[in-house]
């Protein structure tokens, strides 16, 4: 007999940034091309520290803008930041918006992702949302903020609990965060290339 198979970690939805991928792309691009760049002409007097110094802007590009990425499963809506990943447990989330970045309450902390958002001036005269519907034309912010809600309520409602009550603050496994070791450590090889580079 085949083993049951556990579904929980599927990815149910997975949310496109709406911001920061072309700034990223052209820093990264810039930050490898003086990097090639001075490499090519280090002997012609090219400076060592630019290198090292574009190295790490590039890595830190990637990191902070291109490496962001948010999704749900079946049970967490899970973040993925600039140094690592955090899994919130959907029905124990307490309080959620979608800002300038989407920031979540849960496990007493609030969470922010900047793969979604709206401009300053959207955020400061949008609504709450509410669980309802997705409509065609409606803005992807109000979409996923639409959609997450709707996500979070199924969860609750299989969980059996209400926003706010004992139940839910007592959920076991609220929040799980997890650091991502590729990034750390791209981040410490440039800074310490920087480091050489400079001194050298």
Avoid: C
Wanted: without cysteine; aromatic residues 8%; glycine residues 6%.
């Amino acid at each position: 007999m085949a083993p049951l198979q556990d579904h929980s970690d599927d990815v149910v939805e997975r949310f496109h940034p709406t911001s920061g991928q072309v700034t990223g792309w052209l820093a990264v691009v810039g930050s490898a091309v003086v990097v090639l760049a001075g490499l090519a002409y280090l002997d012609a007097g090219f400076p060592a520290w630019v290198v090292g110094l574009a190295l790490l802007v590039g890595v830190l590009a990637w990191a902070a803008m291109l490496r962001p990425a948010l999704w749900a499963t079946d049970e967490h809506l899970v973040m993925r930041n600039l140094v690592e990943t955090v899994h919130i447990r959907l029905a124990a989330v307490e309080e959620m918006a979608v800002r300038q970045v989407l920031a979540v309450r849960a496990g007493d902390r609030r969470w922010v992702s900047t793969v979604v958002g709206r401009s300053w001036r959207k955020a400061v005269t949008a609504r709450p949302s509410a669980s309802g519907e997705a409509r065609e034309g409606m803005a992807y912010a109000d979409f996923v903020e639409t959609r997450l809600y709707d996500l979070v309520d199924q969860a609750r409602r299989a969980e059996g609990v209400r926003p706010g009550s004992k139940e839910q603050l007592a959920l076991p496994d609220a929040v799980r965060r997890t650091r991502d070791r590729l990034p750390l450590a791209l981040i410490a090889v440039a800074t310490l290339v920087l480091v050489v580079t400079f001194f050298a």
